[in-house]
Structure formats: C-alpha cells, structure tokens
C-alpha cells in the first residue's frame, strides 16, 4: 500500500480515479493545516509522498524529519514552489512536483475581474446606503472606461499572455515588461513591449503577474509608486513578495497612486493590524484567483497523476 499525505480537503472527484493501492491521508479541517500538524505526521507515520498547497512550509527541518522513511515525492498543488526547500529535497533524494498552466485561464479571468471592479470603481456601488442621495445624471462618476486606458502588464508568461488575449476586446492599449520580448506574442495581441520605467509612467492600471525570484522581490516599491500616474490602480495577482507593502501603504495615502487591489500579501493572510486594511483605496482578497471548481479537480487530479507516475517509474526500475 502507497500511503500520501494530503495537507488539505480535496475534491471527491480526484479520488475515484486512484489505483486501489493508494491510500490517501487527509486533513479534512477547513482550515490550513499547521505546520506543527504536518511535522507531526511526517515524523511519527510514513508516507510515499505529501501533497500540499503554497500555504503549506516545507522547510529543511520538516523534510530532514521525513528523511529515511519511504517518503520520495512531494507534489504541490500549485504553480510556485517557493514554499518548498529545493535544495534540502535534492539533497535527500526527494522529487519535487508542480502543476504549472493549469490554473492560467482563472488566473487570467480573475486578473480582469479584479481590474473591472478598480477601474469602474464597483465597491463604493456596492457600499451605497439606503437613505444615500438618489440617483440623478451626474451621480457616481468614479469609474472609467477601458477603452480610453493604458493597461501595463509586468510578466508576460503563460498568465500574463492569457489577460492580453482577454484585454485585446476592450480596445486598451496594452503595454507589457518581461525580462524577455515575446514578439510573438506582441503581434498576435498587438502588445507593446516597454522598459519597467517607461511602463510605470504610461500605464493607468499596472497588473503584477510575474513570478517571484531574487530579481522580483520588492520590485512595487516606493520608488516604483512614484513612477506611476497618480491615476493608476496597482493590482497584485503575482506573489505578496513582489510588493513592499509598507511602501504600498504610504503610497496610497499619500495619493502617489489612486489604488491598489491585492489577491497576494505577504504574508498570507495579511494581518489585521496592518495599516493597508484601513485604507478605502486598497481592496485585499484572500489569495482566490485559482477558487474555481473544476480549476481545484483539474490541479488535484494532474499533482496525483505525478505522484502515481513516479511511483509506478520507481517499481519498473
């Protein structure tokens, strides 16, 4: 019997199609399981492999725990695998798993959504009381219309590309930054390619969707902020590490920028204390770009796939 231990609830519908060999232990609270839980487990059963998501630390301490038991994989239910030491699991002969691409097209949806809601100003709608000023012709005029904006977009990968698609029937203009030209891509959504400094200063909405690395890491600071339009809306569906959120915080109420929408913090979740949440001007989700139904089958089923494939490579060798 090959035993998994899974770090969250996962869809019924990923289980049917698992050999009967496979035994899945499952942390069933709704709820991120601690990382005092998972060491626990790691540490006082055996396991083939873990699957776990981006909030789930894997650190050397909890790998080195697991080391010398059968554990030999651990799958991530995510595209990043930041979260986990690389390092420590090569050293220990564990393979590591992701599922990039698949979370593209609600990433991609998400990104839109969340610029829609910025640019047409849609909370303060939502927020209007009963007893407010009716509506009358020049009522509510916060919004703007995509068509007459510079839409910048940092990270031009398989998401980033997927929102240019999505943007091209608003009639934007689109310009981009990536650490290389995609002339490809900007001929098939007649996207235009900026240095970052020259992005910041055109865009009226910059949309985050790079990955996070030692070149990314705080790249949305204050510096940054300064560059943009005080117009502009800021909107994170990267990592919260990209983005120095207390350079985030004077910006917006210092009015350098108009507004920030945040699906990423770091860390996750932000904490109440933290002075971005008292702020009207920045919107903060709690990291549900990917909370699409068949979205969570479709990463659950391939990070299983992985699993079973390297077990069954394994046995035939």
């Known amino acids: 019997m090959f035993k998994i231990l899974s770090t969250a609830i996962i869809p019924k519908e990923c289980l049917k199609s698992l050999p009967e060999e496979f035994s899945v232990d499952i942390f069933r609270e709704k709820r991120p399981m601690d990382y005092a839980e998972i060491l626990e487990k790691v540490s006082t059963k055996s396991y083939d492999a873990i699957l776990c998501t981006y909030r789930d630390r894997i650190d050397g301490s909890l790998i080195k725990a697991a080391a010398g038991s059968r554990l030999n994989i651990i799958a991530t239910m995510s595209t990043g695998t930041d979260h986990i030491d690389l390092s420590e699991c090569q050293k220990h002969g564990i393979e590591v798993y992701n599922v990039p691409n698949i979370t593209t097209n609600a990433v991609a949806d998400y990104g839109v959504a969340l610029l829609l809601l910025g640019v047409r100003r849609l909370d303060q709608s939502l927020q209007q009381e009963p007893d407010q000023e009716p509506w009358y012709y020049m009522w509510n005029l916060s919004g703007s219309s995509l068509s007459k904006m510079t839409i910048g977009i940092v990270g031009l990968g398989n998401i980033g590309t997927a929102i240019a698609q999505r943007l091209t029937g608003f009639g934007s203009k689109l310009i981009y930054y990536s650490r290389h030209r995609k002339q490809n891509i900007e001929q098939e959504y007649g996207i235009e390619f900026r240095p970052f400094g020259e992005l910041l200063q055109e865009s009226d909405a910059v949309i985050a969707s790079c990955s996070l690395n030692a070149k990314t890491r705080n ?99």
């Open 219 to 317: 790249l949305f600071s204050l510096d940054t902020f300064t560059k943009m339009k005080s117009s502009s809306i800021f909107i994170n569906i990267a990592r919260g590490g990209i983005c120095n959120q207390d350079d985030l915080y004077q910006a917006l109420n210092s009015q350098e920028i108009s507004m920030a929408l945040l699906d990423v913090t770091n860390p996750e979740p932000l904490p109440p204390s933290h002075p971005l949440h008292q702020l009207e001007n920045c919107l903060i989700f709690p990291h549900i770009a990917t909370n699409v139904k068949n979205s969570r089958i479709d990463i659950c089923n391939l990070a299983l796939q992985k699993i079973y494939n390297n077990i069954r490579d394994f046995q035939l060798k």
